[in-house]
């Protein structure tokens, strides 16, 4: 149960409980005020949740998602919420190993970075030594930039002006890059990409652990926030009243508002505040996100699936023919695997291609695709059920030139906050969590000042 109002305390309103509106929630409440959260589904979490498969008979998530030590106020926040991060997360050194074992980049050293990531390209497995001094190169280059990209250039431009090979360009780079913007290289922002790699390579010798979540994402931490914050679910805002104090919205009367939806809510939704057609700009900006799809199957098996390593880079040589680009062994991390049947996820970002075919045939070309490219000593088990979860529009899509839009708005007492703002970051839980926050501060000193 929230706790109960006092007088004089300010209150505020939370639109959306996805990553983004939940760390703004939690940073307010901190701060002493009144927090009401509206979301329009009955779970909280957004784009990082739980859902239930029916086909499984059990709580999954709605994609698998892998954090990095460099999420330094994602990881704070769960401090903060008295997260145990052992028992929460599978945190273990960047290790990319191909589940046929032709590919493996693993930072083991005690070196500090950038120079344990160094070392580890230089032992890189299934590359060869000219390759190597070109990828080594290309990542000086950037750090003679300070990361600093011009914004117009995609990843495409960038690794052809760095001399990088078809082969660097099409087994190193593209993975790479479309499973940390979900983009192709050929549309993707370098700029975004030059953040990722430096929060890789260049960040502190933990920035670029895995952390897997150990448990569903909405009760990762999510969930928690329920007992002290006032949530209305089920409830979709189209719009939001001006009043001489502030807000009102859905009949609750409040001292400012955080939207915390995808942009092109917060455009519908703001279009119903006076002088919002004097604000052509703001409403284009929101409007102008292209997202791309993520898949994530699971595939539920007969019996463990003995391999050692928590996940894989899978190969996609093919990709008509092979969809997979990373499988996850979820019994070796989840807190619960105990209590079903051994399990696996697959993951397909840039999943376009794939949203018009049958899921069967996805199903088929995966378990294929796993067959002939696990080792031959430890074959795939037999496969006992499956769900594939859909996500259309998983992430924006990380082109240049994109205008990120401020936290602030022209509206007093009125501010943005999700993935999608001018984080600096792509796409990511991160960059939500970190406009959550900032959105918060900004409306604080609006109401202290
Ligand atoms: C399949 C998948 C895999 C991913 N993998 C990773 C990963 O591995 N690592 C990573 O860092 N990131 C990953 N991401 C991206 C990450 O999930 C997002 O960046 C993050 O969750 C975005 O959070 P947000 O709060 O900005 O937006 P959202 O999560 O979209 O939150 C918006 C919320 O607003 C609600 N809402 C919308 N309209 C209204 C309305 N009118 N009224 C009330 N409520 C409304 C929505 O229901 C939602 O809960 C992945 C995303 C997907 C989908």
Redesign the pocket.
């Known amino acids: 149960m929230p706790p109960p109002d006092t007088p004089d305390q300010k209150r505020v309103a939370i639109?959306?409980?996805?990553?983004?509106?939940?760390a703004a929630a939690h940073t307010l409440q901190q701060k002493n005020f009144k927090v009401h959260v509206?979301?329009?589904?009955h779970?909280?979490?957004?784009?990082?949740?739980k859902v239930h498969s029916r086909k499984l008979g059990r709580t999954i998530d709605?994609?698998?998602?892998?954090?990095i030590g460099a999420?330094v106020d994602t990881l704070r926040l769960m401090q903060e919420l008295g997260l145990n991060e052992k028992k929460h997360f599978l945190r273990q050194a960047l290790d990319i190993s191909s589940l046929n074992q032709d590919f493996r980049l693993s930072i083991q050293s005690t070196l500090p970075a950038p120079l344990n990531f160094l070392y580890a390209l230089l032992r890189a497995k299934g590359l060869t030594f000219s390759n190597k001094y070109k990828l080594i190169r290309a990542l000086a280059s950037l750090k003679k930039q300070k990361w600093q990209i011009p914004q117009a250039q995609t990843v495409a431009h960038w690794l052809k002006q760095q001399n990088q090979t078809p082969f660097l360009c099409q087994f190193f780079w593209e993975p790479l890059c479309i499973a940390t913007l979900?983009t192709g290289t050929n549309k993707a922002s370098m700029q975004l990409f030059a953040i990722v790699l430096q929060q890789s390579t260049d960040a502190g010798k933990q920035a670029s652990d895995f952390l897997i979540p150990r448990v569903d994402l909405s009760t990762l931490w999510a969930e928690k926030l329920s007992h002290d914050i006032a949530i209305t679910y089920g409830?979709?805002?189209?719009s939001i009243q001006m009043t001489s104090a502030g807000y009102q919205i859905n009949g609750l009367d409040v001292d400012a508002v955080i939207l915390?939806?995808?942009a092109r809510?917060c455009a519908?939704?703001m279009a119903s505040l006076p002088g919002s057609e004097n604000q052509p700009g703001l409403m284009k900006a929101l409007q102008q996100f292209n997202f791309n799809p993520?898949?994530?199957i699971t595939l539920e098996l007969e019996k463990n699936w003995h391999l050692p390593l928590p996940l894989y880079l899978l190969k996609t040589e093919n990709p008509q023919q092979d969809p997979g680009q990373w499988l996850f062994m979820r019994s070796r991390f989840m807190n619960d695997a105990h209590s079903y049947r051994p399990e696996i996820t697959i993951?397909i970002?840039l999943a376009n291609e794939w949203l018009a075919k049958d899921k069967q045939e996805i199903i088929q070309r995966v378990i294929e695709q796993l067959e002939r490219q696990a080792p031959e000593k430890i074959p795939l088990p037999a496969v006992t059920a499956w769900d594939i979860?859909t996500?259309k529009?998983?992430?924006f899509s990380a082109e240049p030139g994109l205008q990120r839009l401020p936290n602030n708005t022209a509206w007093p007492g009125l501010y943005l906050?999700?993935?999608?703002t001018d984080t600096g970051f792509p796409?990511?839980?991160?960059?939500?969590v970190k406009?959550?926050q900032l959105a918060a501060r900004l409306l604080t000193k609006h109401l202290i000042s």
Not at 15 to 22: E, K, M, P, Q, V
Not at 43 to 49: D, F, I
Not at 427 to 432: M, R, Y
Request: glycine content about 16%; charged content about 15%.
């Open positions: 639109i959306g409980a996805g990553w983004a509106g939940l509206f979301e329009q589904s779970t909280l979490g957004g784009r990082a949740r709605n994609g698998q998602h892998l954090l999420y979900n409830k979709s805002i189209q915390a939806t995808p809510q519908r939704i993520i898949m994530t993951v970002s979860i996500e529009r998983a992430t906050a999700g993935d999608w796409g990511v839980l991160e960059g939500a406009s959550g």
